[in-house]
């Protein structure tokens, strides 16, 4: 990867575009779990998203597999879709972009709580 790709993300395009191409060859209930998969991933996802790109890969060939086997997506991921994306992305608890921020700004006010009261 270069630098220009790097800075604008063009790999990430790519990359992304060939997991849709990869997705519409799946059957509709694989298709449908695929984007809840993304829904429920993006959030674990750092500024860039460059973290989730493995995990995105790894979860569309295991739904590649599983098709392929003739095995329906509900054996294969359960009920629980946002259970199986947090697995995905470090376990339960696992620190969302959100998470990172919300600590970022609470560490920010109280420097500036500090120099106030000082």
Same mark, same amino acid.
């Given at each position: 990867?270069?630098?220009?790709?790097?800075?604008?993300?063009?790999?990430?395009?790519?990359? %992304?575009?060939? %997991?849709?191409?990869? =997705? =519409?060859?799946? *059957?509709?209930? /694989? &298709?449908?779990? $695929?984007?809840?998969?993304?829904?429920?991933?993006? *959030? /674990?996802?750092? %500024?860039?998203?460059?973290?989730?790109? *493995?995990?995105?890969?790894?979860?569309?060939?295991?739904?590649?597999?599983?098709?392929?086997?003739? &095995?329906?997506?509900?054996?294969?991921?359960?009920?629980?879709? =946002?259970? %199986?994306?947090?697995?995905?992305?470090?376990?339960?608890?696992?620190?969302?972009?959100?998470?990172? $921020?919300?600590?970022?700004?609470?560490?920010?006010?109280?420097?500036?709580?500090?120099?106030?009261?000082?």
């Amino acid at each position: 990867m270069n630098l220009w790709e790097t800075m604008t993300g063009s790999d990430l395009t790519r990359d %992304f575009k060939a %997991f849709e191409g990869r =997705a =519409a060859a799946l *059957p509709a209930d /694989y &298709r449908a779990a $695929w984007e809840q998969i993304k829904c429920h991933l993006f *959030p /674990y996802g750092d %500024f860039t998203g460059r973290n989730l790109m *493995p995990i995105l890969d790894g979860a569309l060939g295991l739904l590649e597999e599983t098709a392929a086997d003739g &095995r329906s997506v509900h054996e294969v991921l359960g009920d629980d879709i =946002a259970g %199986f994306c947090a697995a995905l992305a470090g376990g339960e608890g696992a620190r969302s972009f959100r998470d990172r $921020w919300r600590e970022q700004l609470n560490r920010n006010v109280a420097r500036k709580l500090g120099r106030l009261g000082g």
